[in-house]
């Protein structure tokens, strides 16, 4: 939620006109899932690019040196760390989602409300 929070207030600081963004949900979990092809940035060789991966404004460095960004891979599962969580907690994204299966239902499930000003996020649990 910190990333998705943090994207949300990016969004409105560099769109003046954008009115305040309203409370909208926004489910997290956490699930096994199976794929023939996922990449980890968190463990090596890839770690070593860490000061790329975790770039706290742009991803443009990072997807201009990943392969995998740039379709020349067959990655279906990406693998790395929050920048913005103090805790560094791993995140996935699926970089083509229909090769990703799920092994069976969530783990677990919460709804945030994400809300944003240009004074301050808002991130409140249902």
Known sequence: MAEKSYWRLRFLLDSPATPDLKPVPH????????????????????????????HRVSATRARRR???WR???????????SVRDPEHAACAAGARPRGVRP????????T??????RARGALRAR
């Open 66 to 68: 990943s392969p995998t």
């Open 71 to 81: 379709g020349q891979a067959d990655i279906q599962l990406i693998r790395y760390e």
């Open 103 to 110: 092994r069976a239902k969530p783990h677990s499930q919460h």
């Open 27 to 54: 489910t997290a979990f956490r699930a096994a899932v199976r794929t023939a092809a996922a990449v980890d940035l968190t463990v090596e060789p890839l770690v070593r690019d860490r000061p790329v991966w975790t």
């Open 112 to 117: 945030w409300f994400i809300a944003a000003s």
